[in-house]
């Protein structure tokens, strides 16, 4: 959002004669980026939860839906980590558990890269230890 928000303000200032309305409005839309950019991490910290146990990986998403997902760990077929840029300059990375399910992967994001590791090892010894064909 700050990059979005600079845009404005930088659009505003070289591409315009700068009335002062036009002015107001790219000022009130940076202060809203900006406040998006503080609120937003907090608010998706509070509605998403996930859990792993012997038996299966829970997941919680949604801010006016919640949708629970589980994954049992004798269905879980694939585990993968994946960090964009964005993610490794912020020290990041995401969890995908694919199971034998129409009903798509479960999804553990914005993990710290270190526990992202550890829990991508530990599911995977799990796994190996749960008997099933994971169909």
Do not use: N
Request: charged share 20%; net charge neutral; hydrophobic share 50%.
């Amino acid at each position: 959002m700050v990059p979005v928000a600079a845009g404005a303000v930088v659009s505003y200032w070289l591409f315009t004669d700068r009335p002062v309305w036009l002015g107001a409005v790219v000022a009130v839309f940076a202060v809203g980026c900006l406040a998006i950019a503080v609120v937003a991490p907090r608010a998706y910290y509070r509605v998403e939860r996930w859990e792993v146990t012997d038996e299966a990986v829970y997941t919680r998403k949604g801010w006016l839906t919640h949708t629970w997902k589980v994954a049992p760990m004798s269905r879980i077929q694939r585990i993968d980590t994946a960090r964009g840029p964005v993610q490794r300059w912020f020290g990041l990375a995401d969890i995908t558990v694919t199971t034998a399910s129409s009903a798509g992967a479960v999804k553990i994001e914005a993990l710290d890269a270190a526990l992202a590791a550890d829990l991508a090892e530990r599911l995977t010894t799990i796994t190996q230890a749960t008997p099933g064909d994971a169909t």
